[in-house]
Each structure stands twice: as C-alpha cells, then as structure tokens.
C-alpha cells in the first residue's frame, strides 16, 4: 500500500512540475488581464518558479527511485 501511496505522490509531483512550467513559458491560453497579471508575476517571481520546477522534478523523481529499490 505504501508504494501506491508514494507513486500517486510522486505523480502528482511532476504534474505540478509539468503545471509551472506551462505557467512559467506563457504556454497556458490566459488572455486580457489574466495574461498580464501571469506576466507580472513571472517577471517578478520567475525565479521562484524555477526554484520550484526543479524541486519538484528532483524530489518526485528521488520519490520513484526510493520506491522501486
């Protein structure tokens, strides 16, 4: 049961890797003010985001490799 709990984990840690990095390269369909406050917030958090996107990659990844040894 542990190894199905920390695959969901693990899953979902790399949509949310996969969801900031679409937010972050403006691949998300915002449009009107929605697209400039993304616009704003990237310029002033970008690197937040990437802080973020690569934790996310490290430690989902780590999580699988844990669980599979």
Known sequence: MGKIINLVEAIIGLIGAFFF??????????????????????????WVFVFVIILLLICSLGLIIKTFT
Not at 28 to 46: A, P, Q, W
């Open 21 to 46: 990095f679409l937010y972050y390269t403006g691949r998300l369909n915002y449009s009107g003010d929605k697209e400039l406050r993304r616009k704003n917030r990237v310029e002033k958090y970008g």
